[in-house]
């Protein structure tokens, strides 16, 4: 009986606990609930937010260019193209971190969030938005003494990025009055900053020297010591200096920085000795120390970078060229050293093939990884276009010339050219000129240090996984490799001979291993135009590609007078090309800025050659055709909205909002075969092969006469049958870890006619590469040489040129904001001019602004503005609120949100997206106004929001500018 009472007590004393716990969890269920989104909030977002941007701090930082010769910045920006490839990472960044300020604002992680907002708008060079997010944190949260100071910091760098040097002493000056223990670092590298600006020297020696002592990066330390020794080598302190650049050079530093310190250490000493510094002769001096043996292609590099600072492009190219070749040597440094080759002959040279050649080398050796890879291999793919197309005029202008010579001649000619091609000068064979090596013998002889075994020659082993690439593509190597990854490598895709491919060269088959030279010149004489039929194909090749070489000049390269160039050699050759309307419309606006007289000249052979062309109606009424060209680059926008949800592997999406479009608009005005191919690819990463193969076919059979997409479709098709059985073992036909997927493209669009004429710029007269027989500084009207008159058979038109694997003449979507608008200076007034004292001086008061006139043009893109009159209020959570919103609404790569102060009394948020004209902006804004008092409460009530198309956006420079717009939209 007792065991009982006691076991009844025992659980009476339990069902109390559990009671009593019962009623404590409900009263604390706030703390739990706190405690849960304290938890989700820090390891379920901001940690992998915080890792995503750190990846990011790490992408910009490594493709950051350092200029030795200037003193190196302490904080160095994001550059525009490291930012623009980073922005779709950032945006995933500022996506997650918007969740814990508005779904968990309660938790203890918000001041976090809004510091690594902060952060990734100034990652993307949006300073004004990293601003209020910094000034947010720091009005809002000021016992977080931690968090205080990193806003105020923040703020500061932002400040400084936008030259706002008095705004940012005034934040640094609250940041130091902080006294905090953290960040001490930062603290005085931006008081060394400010200093700098200043151009106190030695305020900025002590403050970067304690920020030296203090900091525990590694990367800043080494920097910091580096801008140290060159502060205090224009100080006069050339021992601290060289001390300085010393410990850089003993330390494990990057071989760049390392190196330059080096050299800077040598020029100060042999400065010290009387001795006139000589950075080439020292590099070369450098080549013979034995300690700098694995570092020579390194070496090499810089004597090349140092003749190119002397404009000395000759000797550049020849030291890039050594640096190439050099071994033992590292992968990577091949890459920058062809970078450089591709470069000179790209920008300075205009040679284009020539740099097609070793921008397709630079592919090759330089990692995928490497900061601007992307932009490299768009640029590549661009130049490739452009060979392509002056092969095509060399080949058929050589067939046209041997179509015209006697049997015993051409007999000549072409035993003197296979004789030629199959014995080829070892020594003229040019270390990379088609992305291969030089043969495994030649390099063993002028590099006997390499060894000269096979297995042992570093430049044999190169060679093998060269030609492995170029066959294979990048393998892992695992069990039934040749079968393991079967997307089309980019090499494949070039050297196979595919229906469509265009510039194979004349030569092409030469190459061929133990053919015949007899068969080899029958099968060439077979190409050889002798029927008047023939000739007439042959001609109309060139025509064409001169057509398509002009628009790649003007619209690609930006290089005016080769297209001009191009365009005159059509007219003077080719007067019936088909193309012959838009050619003089182009010459008539291309020459326009060079000579007025030629200018005109091209109009009125447009007006009477083709008065009933769309060119000449543009000239005769300007407003022609304008809703045509809105309604044409709205596809083209669609189109950029859609190629990025494919980037972003939302296949289904893609498909959805292609046939949207398709039931939209009726047609895709010009573009139907992009679409179509966008469609396929999207098909292919969702479908089999079986499947993926008929859309192929079906592309090919619908757009037989399409220069770009069906010569792709072609070599694609060809290839999954070659291959069928390893596609049809697939799961779906594309696979997203294929390292050799296919490439994508998107199409550089022709824009014919612009009807808003821009003023040109001035051009640069630069000897251009083949294209005439002859140069001219202006368009003069000279003959190349009479061929027999022939009947010219009009291929089908060519609506549009696509090169690329992403936008470059036009960017989708994402239309950029002016950052700075230019303000008028206000009207001076007249100077006061001292009367006597008996007088009263006349004070001139200055007049009234003059009214604004607006634009009334509703084809131009417009855009949405909240303007907050209270230049005081931070609107960091609303922005925050503003991003979630249209985020939620649009995919964040296709809508921006930016601040922009104006007039130092109002605040504008600026948002742009998908929603391009008039109407769908006022769509998207009378959306906004059901969810906008929620979105600003709790904050000012001094807004107002109303839509302005961009070039009136840049008429708001003042609270009067907007008060008269708003009257004007108003009236």
């Not at 091949?334 to 591709?342: H, I």
């Not at 992009?674 to 079906?698: C, D, M, R, V, W």
């Not at 612009?754 to 590469?769: N, R, W, Y």
């Not at 960091?876 to 922009?900: C, H, N, T």
């Amino acid at each position: 009986m007792k065991i009982s009472n006691k076991g009844f007590l025992v659980f009476l004393s339990l069902f109390l606990s559990i009671t009593i716990l019962g009623c404590s969890t409900k009263r604390e269920g706030g703390k739990k609930t706190k405690f849960m989104k304290n938890v989700t909030a820090h390891y379920n977002i901001y940690f992998n937010a915080r890792e995503q941007l750190n990846e990011s701090i790490n992408t910009i930082r490594n493709s950051n260019e350092d200029d030795f010769n200037q003193i190196l910045l302490i904080y160095p920006l994001p550059d525009e193209s490291s930012s623009a490839n980073e922005e779709e990472n950032l945006n995933t960044v500022i996506s997650k971190v918007n969740k814990i300020a508005i779904e968990k604002y309660d938790s203890n992680w918000l001041d976090d969030a809004y510091l690594l907002l902060a952060d990734a708008e100034y990652l993307k060079r949006d300073f004004y938005n990293a601003i209020e997010y910094d000034s947010y944190v720091s009005l809002t949260f000021p016992k977080e003494n931690e968090n205080k100071l990193a806003a105020y910091l923040g703020q500061v760098k932002s400040d400084l990025a936008l030259d706002l040097n008095e705004e940012a002493d005034s934040v640094l000056k609250l940041a130091i009055g902080l006294n905090s223990k953290y960040q001490k670092d930062d603290l005085k590298a931006s008081q060394a900053e400010l200093a700098l600006r200043k151009n106190n020297l030695p305020e900025a020696i002590d403050h970067l020297s304690n920020a030296i002592d203090q900091t525990k990066e590694r990367y800043l330390k080494i920097r910091w010591r580096y801008i140290l020794a060159q502060l205090q080598e224009k100080n006069n302190e050339p021992q601290k200096a060289i001390d300085n650049y010393d410990k850089i050079a003993k330390s494990n530093a990057a071989f760049e920085i390392s190196f330059n310190a080096n050299l800077s250490k040598i020029r100060i000493s042999e400065s010290q000795q009387g001795k006139e510094f000589d950075k080439i002769a020292t590099l070369k001096r450098l080549l013979k120390e034995d300690k700098n043996r694995e570092f020579k292609e390194q070496i090499y590099y810089q004597i090349g970078n140092a003749y190119a600072d002397k404009n000395d492009l000759t000797n550049a190219s020849s030291f890039y060229s050594i640096s190439t070749r050099t071994v033992p040597g590292t992968v990577k440094q091949k890459g920058l050293s062809y970078l450089k080759l591709a470069q000179i002959n790209f920008e300075q040279l205009k040679n284009y093939k020539q740099s097609q050649l070793y921008y397709d080398s630079t592919l090759q050796y330089l990692p995928k990884s490497y900061p601007g890879y992307n932009d490299i291999a768009i640029k590549a793919n661009n130049l490739q276009y452009l060979a392509n197309r002056l092969n095509v005029i060399d080949d058929q202008k050589e067939l046209l010339k041997f179509s015209n010579l006697s049997e015993d001649d051409l007999k000549k000619e072409l035993d003197e050219r296979f004789v030629a091609k199959t014995a080829i000068d070892p020594s003229q064979n040019s270390i990379v000129d088609n992305g291969a090596l030089t043969s495994i013998q030649d390099f063993s002889l002028s590099n006997k240090t390499a060894g000269t075994f096979y297995f042992y020659n570093n430049a044999a082993i190169s060679q093998g996984l060269s030609s492995f690439k170029q066959k294979w593509g990048n393998r892992k190597l695992a069990d039934n490799w040749r079968t393991s990854s079967t997307g089309l490598p980019i090499e494949v895709a070039k050297n196979v001979n595919f229906p469509g491919n265009l510039g194979t060269g004349i030569d092409a088959d030469l190459t061929t291993v133990g053919e015949n030279i007899d068969t080899l010149k029958a099968r060439f004489v077979k190409t050889i135009p002798y029927s008047p039929y023939q000739k007439s194909q042959a001609n109309n090749k060139i025509a064409q590609s001169l057509y398509e070489i002009a628009v790649f000049y003007k619209d690609v390269l930006k290089d005016n007078l080769e297209a001009i160039e191009a365009y005159d050699a059509i007219v003077l050759n080719y007067p019936n090309q088909e193309n012959a309307a838009s050619i003089y419309y182009q010459l008539y606006r291309l020459t326009a800025s060079m000579d007025k007289n030629i200018s005109e000249d091209y109009k009125q052979q447009l007006l009477e050659k083709y008065p009933g062309s769309i060119y000449a109606k543009t000239i005769l009424d300007p407003s022609f055709g304008k809703d045509e060209e809105t309604l044409r680059q709205k596809v083209k926008d669609y189109y950029g909205s859609v190629y990025t949800l494919y980037k972003q592997k939302k296949y289904q999406d893609v498909l959805n909002k292609i046939s949207e479009l398709k039931i939209n608009l009726g047609d895709f005005k010009g573009l139907d075969a992009q679409y179509a191919y966008l469609k396929s690819l999207a098909i292919g990463h969702t479908q089999k092969a079986p499947i993926f193969l008929a859309n192929l076919n079906e592309i090919a059979t619908a757009y037989p006469n399409d220069i770009e997409v069906t010569p792709r479709v072609q070599q694609q098709i060809s290839f999954i049958e070659a291959n069928k059985t390893a596609f049809n073992l697939r799961p779906t036909a594309l696979i997203d870890y294929d390292t050799n997927d296919y490439l994508i493209t998107q199409p550089v669009f022709v824009d014919i006619p612009k009807i808003e004429q821009k003023k040109p710029e001035p051009i640069t007269i630069i000897e251009p590469p083949i294209v005439v027989e002859q140069k001219k500084e202006a368009p003069k009207k000279q003959e190349l040489p009479k061929e027999e008159p022939i009947k010219i058979v009009e291929p089908e038109p060519i609506k549009q040129v696509a090169v690329v694997e992403k936008p470059v003449v036009i960017e989708p979507v994402k239309e950029k904001i002016v950052e700075n608008p230019i303000v008028p200076e206000p009207i001076k007034p007249e100077p006061i001019i001292e009367a006597p004292v008996a007088e009263i001086p006349k004070v001139v008061v200055p007049e009234k602004p003059k009214g604004i006139v607006f634009s009334e043009d509703s084809r131009q893109k417009y855009l949405i503005v909240i303007d907050i009159s209270d230049p005081k209020q931070n609107i960091a959570q609303p922005f925050s609120k503003l991003s979630q919103y249209f985020y939620s609404k649009f995919d964040p790569s296709s809508v921006k949100l930016v601040i922009r102060v104006v007039g130092g009394t109002e605040k504008f948020v600026i948002i742009s997206g998908d929603f391009y004209t008039k109407d769908e902006v006022q769509t998207v804004s009378d959306e906004l106004n059901n969810s906008l008092p929620q979105i600003m409460e709790g904050q000012t009530k001094l807004y107002q929001k109303f839509i302005v198309s961009e070039d009136n956006l840049k008429l708001l420079v003042s609270k009067e500018a907007v008060d008269q717009y708003l009257k004007f939209i108003n009236k």
